[in-house]
């Protein structure tokens, strides 16, 4: 086999703007959550660079940085792999990001402008059309954006930058969640009330709809999962393979 078609990848296309590492890291970590770089597949570094038409140094200057995102893992002497999630840690993801969703939006509540304010409101309007049309991609980047405008009311940058690292890990299961029977009206109506509390601003309301919002998030995540017999069997594959080579 053609060792460049090893990856489903096309070559990057520079940007002037960031460094080759960034665009590279962009480039394999939306592989990852697309799934065309799948659990438990090992990362060759000439591979990709071939693949990609670069270098190996940015190539593995990206693999350190989505090492410490935890996309991918490095077993000593093994090599490197396309990281997956055992149900524990999704439950340990979930239980950080939940207290610090909380926190967020509580302070959102103290902080909100009115403009951001506004934005919430009209993106809440946006997901419902999206919802009705079954527009799954439209749903998926309202719902970034929603949260995005929420971080940020928070007025808190360490806490932004947290919770994007957070939410980046869990992207790639958000297919399961979402399209998991009755979720996303629910999801949507979450929403609105925490919007509700946050134009109250209430923020003690807020931070209970935003927790009761990430344990129905963790819940239904986890039991798409664990129905879904094809993500299991590869999350086990995985995990055989590499402990066995």
């Known amino acids: 086999m053609d060792k460049k078609k090893e990856y489903t990848l096309a070559p990057i296309q520079l940007d002037t703007y960031r460094s080759l590492r960034e665009v590279v890291s962009d480039a394999l970590r939306q592989a990852i959550k697309d799934g065309r770089l799948s659990p438990g597949q090992r990362l060759r570094e000439i591979t990709l660079a071939d693949t990609l038409g670069v270098s190996r140094t940015p190539i593995r200057e990206a693999i350190r940085q989505l090492e410490q995102e935890g996309f991918v893992v490095m077993v000593p002497r093994r090599g490197t792999y396309v990281a997956d999630i055992s149900l524990k840690d999704i439950a340990q993801v979930f239980e950080i990001r939940g207290a610090l969703e909380e926190l967020a939006a509580g302070l959102a509540a103290e902080r909100i402008t009115t403009e951001e304010l506004e934005c919430l409101e009209r993106i809440l309007v946006e997901i419902n059309g999206y919802i009705e049309r079954d527009e799954f991609e439209r749903i998926v980047d309202a719902d970034v954006r929603f949260h995005d405008v929420l971080y940020h009311a928070s007025r808190n940058q360490r806490l932004v930058d947290i919770l994007h690292n957070l939410r980046e890990q869990m992207l790639r299961f958000r297919s399961i969640s979402m399209h998991y029977p009755g979720r996303l009206t629910a999801t949507w109506e979450e929403h609105r009330q925490m919007v509700e509390n946050i ?15 990430m344990e129905n998030s963790e819940k239904t995540l986890l039991k798409g999962i664990r129905e879904d017999k094809k993500s299991l069997q590869q999350w086990k594959k995985w995990y055989h393979d590499a402990i066995k080579e």
């Not at 003690?204 to 009761?212: P, Y």
Request: proline share 0%.
């Open 199 to 213: 134009a109250a601003h209430n923020s003690s309301m807020a931070r209970k709809v935003a927790k009761r919002h």
